[in-house]
């Protein structure tokens, strides 16, 4: 066979191949060769592993505060009920029957949400191997959704001066009931000093249950708006008072600094988070998921050649336990 023969056959060859039907491991009938990067279901695999592992280290490094202000639970539905809630049963010697302690008067649902953020990556960046400057975007998208349930939880904080807990009362009342004993509160309108401090502190630590025993609640974080960090740094890390005297608060408390209450600059609270139970509670039905939307015949692509990512995650931050924090409006 000449010469000529063999490339009859390679032309007819390659302008089968260019006209053809693509199959899967093929760019919509393009010859790579002659016109750039092929597009095909191992290119966007690989790109949205890329996209997800960079997703997942940002996610994993976040730094977050839930863990602190929220006793996780794992849900297994659409809400959960939590009947336990408000009992704080003490021991005492077993003389008789027991006493048993009623939960179910106690009962506080709380229903699972759904969240999510999307983003969009134009069809060309992909054709043109352009992935890499979205990147960052990606790790973004990761640290937002870790700190997804800070953004919750120092929302309801704000608002648990309007809005009722377990027990029917503002989350930060002054007449929260507490069965035969007297009503206590975990709230104040003083603006945030050492002497204010100290009274949260003692309101705190002399908090008792229904049956008149001490709660051993001790203070451990301060939690207040970017307006308010110097003076609680003063206050809990200063070697000395403005008159000069020795500070007898220094390292009693850990201060935490949310962006999210800068809009109630005057607002601040004072937490114990070393105990099992926390003041609020963080619901969890579904993890934090990547996915995407990224096949030749999914519509975004097809009418707007966009290929879709996001992430999505289903649950909930609900009020747990008022005894433990105490909230101020400073003056508000």
């Known amino acids: 066979m000449t010469f000529a023969i063999y490339m009859i056959f390679f032309v007819i060859a390659a302008v089968a191949v260019f006209f053809g039907q693509p199959t899967d491991d093929q760019t919509l009938g393009f010859m790579p060769f002659l016109l750039g990067p092929v597009i095909n279901r191992s290119t966007l695999s690989e790109t949205m592993r890329g996209y997800k592992t960079v997703f997942a280290k ?21 809400q959960e009920e939590y009947r336990w809630l408000g009992a704080f049963p003490g021991l005492k010697e ?36 352009n992935i890499g400057v979205y990147a960052p975007l990606f790790s973004q998208l990761g640290e937002n959704a870790k700190q997804h349930p800070d953004e919750l939880i120092f929302s309801m904080m704000a608002d ?17 009931p507490n069965g035969s004993q007297s009503a206590w509160s975990n709230t104040s309108a003083d603006v945030l000093t050492a002497t204010a401090y100290e009274t949260a502190r003692q309101n705190m630590m002399s908090l008792v249950n229904e049956e008149g025993r001490p709660m051993r609640l001790t203070p451990s974080h301060m939690v207040v ?13 200063a070697d000395l008072t403005t008159n000069g005297e020795s500070n007898v608060w220094k390292n ?31 619901q969890m039905r579904k993890e934090a998921q990547f996915v995407a ?24 931050i609900g009020y747990g336990l008022p005894h433990m924090i105490f909230g101020s409006t400073g003056g508000a």
């Not at 309007?162 to 929260?176: E, L, P, R, S």
């Not at 850990?254 to 070393?274: G, M, S």
């Open 58 to 78: 940002a996610y994993e490094a976040a730094t977050t505060y839930s863990g602190d202000l929220a006793m996780r639970v794992d849900s297994k539905t659409k």
């Open 94 to 129: 077993w003389v008789g029957d027991r006493s048993v302690k009623d939960l179910a008067r106690d009962g506080f649902v709380i229903k699972n949400r759904d969240f999510e953020a999307t983003v969009a990556v134009d069809r060309n960046d992909i054709e043109d191997d």
């Open 160 to 176: 648990g001066f309007t809005t009722a807990g377990f027990d029917g009362k503002n989350f930060f009342a002054a007449d929260h």
């Open 225 to 237: 708006p970017p307006q308010l960090e110097k003076e609680a740094l003063d206050i809990v890390r």
């Open 252 to 282: 009693t408390a850990d201060v935490i600094v949310a962006p999210e209450l800068a809009t109630n600059p005057t607002y601040w609270f004072l937490a114990c988070l070393h105990k099992p139970v926390k003041p609020f509670i963080l």
């Open 293 to 316: 939307m990224d096949n030749y015949d999914d519509e975004n692509v097809f009418m707007r050649k966009e290929f879709i990512y996001g992430v999505d995650y289903r649950g909930a």
